[in-house]
C-alpha cells in the first residue's frame, strides 16, 4: 500500500495520517479506537493452519491486533521508503537492538560523540565484549567521515541534534558516504520525531525513537520504536524475533494514543521552546543558548535544510558561576522540574557536564550548562518561573 494514502485513495498529509491510520472503525464495531489486546497464545482454528502458521496473527510476542496498529500509524508517518516497524519496552532497547542485528564480531562502528550516553555505554561495554569495535566521532565531521571508515566499518549511528549539547550532523553527507562503504545508517530521531525529519528519506536506514517522549508525549510510559527501510528491515525483524524483544499492550495502546495528538503537541514545544529560546538569549545571565533552530547556532543551516521543525528540547550556557548558583536556581523553579527524560507535557530541567565522557571531540561550555524542556505551560509563566530562579542565582553571585 501506498503509506502516504490513507484508508481511501485521497493523498493525506502527515497531520492527517495520524488521525486516519492505525484504526479501522469496522473491524473495532463501531469503536474509534482500537482495542487494547492482551494476550500470548492465538488459537489456530484447523491442524493444517496450525502446520502452516498460518494467520495474521501467531503468537502474542509476535504482535497483536493493537501493536499492528501502532506499526501502520508509524509507517504512514515515516513515507514510503519505511519497510517495517519493530517495538521495544523502551528507547534504549530499540537502540540496542538496531545496532544488534546490523553488526557481527569483527565489525567495527562509528559512533557520533554527542551521541544518547547509555548508547555510547552499549558501545564500550556489550558490543566490545562481542568483538565489535566502535570508534566515535566528531558531530560536525560531514563528508569528512570518509576517513574514519575501516574496510570493516559496517555502521554509522547518529544522533541529530544530541540531545545535550544540540551539535546538528550532516545526516545526508554522512548517509552518502556510509552507502558507498557498504555501511548502513542508524538515526536516534528522537528529538524531531518523524514528523519534522524524514530521516528514512535522507539516507538513514534505521530510524529510531525513543518513544518514551513525544511520542507518548506524557511521561507515563517507556517504550522504543524501529524503523527501518526494505534494505534493513529483514535482520531487524530476525533480530527481534531472536532476542524475544516485545512491549506489553497497555505501553504499546498508550503509545499510539500519544501519537493521535503529536502534531498539535509538537506544533506548541517547537512554538513555545523557540519562543523561551529567543527569551533566554537576551538574559544577561546566558552566554549562549543551545538551539538550532536559532539564527544565531552554528547548525541552524543543516536543520534549516533537514529538517521541518523543532521539539521543546535545548540547553542554555550560564555565564561562569559557582555551583552553588545554580543549585539556588535549580531550588527556587516550581514550574520546571528537576527529572530525566522529557517529551511529556510538562517543563524540565537538568544540569548537564559532556566533558568527562566524550572521546572525539572536547566539550568546553565556558560556563554551567542547564538542559529545559519546555513543556505545554504558558511561556509567560514559564519565563516568570525562570525569572525567579535567576533572582536567585543572582542573589547567590552578589553574595
Ligand atoms: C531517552 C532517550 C533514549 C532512551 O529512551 P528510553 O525510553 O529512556 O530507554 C534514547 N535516545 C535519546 C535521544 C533519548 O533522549
Known amino acids: 500500500m501506498d503509506s502516504s494514502r490513507g484508508p481511501g485513495s485521497i493523498p493525506q498529509q502527515p497531520e492527517t495520517r495520524l488521525v486516519t491510520s492505525g484504526r479501522d472503525t469496522k473491524a473495532q464495531r463501531g469503536f474509534v479506537n482500537p482495542p487494547v489486546v492482551h494476550g500470548s497464545t492465538v488459537l489456530y482454528p484447523t491442524a493444517e493452519d496450525l502446520h502452516a502458521h498460518r494467520g495474521e496473527f501467531q503468537y502474542g510476542r509476535h504482535g497483536s491486533p493493537t501493536t499492528k496498529a501502532l506499526q501502520e500509524m508509524l509507517m504512514a508517518l515515516e513515507g514510503p521508503e519505511c519497510a517495517g516497524v519493530g517495538i521495544a519496552p523502551s528507547g534504549l532497547a530499540a537502540i540496542t537492538t538496531a545496532l544488534l542485528s546490523v553488526l557481527k564480531a569483527g565489525d567495527h562502528l562509528l559512533v557520533c560523540d554527542n551521541v544518547y550516553r547509555p548508547s555510547r555505554n552499549f558501545c564500550n561495554g556489550l558490543l566490545a565484549r562481542y568483538g565489535v569495535e566502535t570508534t566515535f566521532f566528531d558531530p560536525l565531521i560531514g563528508a569528512g567521515i570518509e576517513r574514519m571508515f575501516k574496510p570493516n566499518t559496517r555502521a554509522v549511528l547518529v544522533e541529530a541534534p544530541g540531545s545535550q549539547s544540540f551539535e546538528m550532523t550532516d545526516i545526508p553527507a554522512i548517509a552518502a558516504v556510509a552507502h558507498a562503504r557498504g555501511a548502513l545508517v542508524i538515526d536516534d530521531n528522537t528529538w524531531a520525531t518523524p514528523l519534522y525529519h524524514r530521516s528514512l528519506e535522507q539516507g538513514v536506514d534505521i530510524s529510531l525513537q525513543a518513544a518514551t517522549?513525544?511520542?507518548?508525549?506524557?511521561?507515563?510510559?517507556?517504550?522504543?520504536?524501529?524503523?527501518?527501510?526494505?534494505?534493513?528491515?529483514?535482520?531487524?525483524?530476525?533480530?527481534?524475533?531472536?532476542?524475544?524483544?516485545?512491549?506489553?499492550?497497555?505501553?504499546?495502546?498508550?503509545?499510539?494514543?500519544?501519537?493521535?495528538?503529536?502534531?498539535?503537541?509538537?506544533?506548541?514545544?517547537?512554538?513555545?521552546?523557540?519562543?523561551?529560546?529567543?527569551?533566554?538569549?537576551?538574559?544577561?545571565?546566558?552566554?549562549?543558548?543551545?538551539?538550532?533552530?536559532?539564527?544565531?547556532?552554528?547548525?541552524?543551516?543543516?536543520w534549516r535544510r533537514d529538517f521541518t521543525g523543532a521539539s521543546g528540547l535545548f540547553s542554555i550556557v550560564l555565564k561562569p558561576a559557582p555551583q552553588k548558583a545554580v543549585d539556588a536556581l535549580l531550588d527556587s523553579v516550581e514550574l520546571f522540574g528537576m527529572g530525566f527524560s522529557w517529551g511529556g507535557f510538562e517543563s524540565l530541567v537538568i544540569p548537564f557536564d559532556c566533558s568527562n565522557y566524550r572521546t572525539a571531540t572536547k566539550w568546553v561550555p565556558g560556563g554551567p550548562t542547564l538542559r529545559l524542556h519546555i513543556g505545554l505551560e504558558h511561556v509567560d509563566d514559564l519565563k516568570a518561573d525562570l525569572e525567579r530562579g535567576f533572582a536567585a542565582f543572582n542573589a547567590v553571585l552578589a553574595g
Request: hydrophobic content about 45%; aromatic content about 6%; charged content about 20%.
Open 213 to 302: 517522549k513525544y511520542i507518548g508525549g506524557h511521561s507515563d510510559i517507556m517504550f522504543g520504536t524501529i524503523s527501518a527501510n526494505a534494505k534493513a528491515w529483514p535482520s531487524v525483524l530476525e533480530t527481534i524475533r531472536l532476542l524475544g524483544v516485545c512491549a506489553g499492550p497497555d505501553d504499546v495502546f498508550l503509545a499510539l494514543r500519544g501519537m493521535r495528538t503529536l502534531a498539535v503537541r509538537l506544533a506548541q514545544h517547537y512554538r513555545s521552546g523557540l519562543e523561551m529560546a529567543r527569551w533566554l538569549e537576551h538574559r544577561p545571565e546566558v552566554a549562549r543558548v543551545l538551539h538550532p533552530a536559532l539564527e544565531s547556532d552554528p547548525g541552524h543551516a543543516i
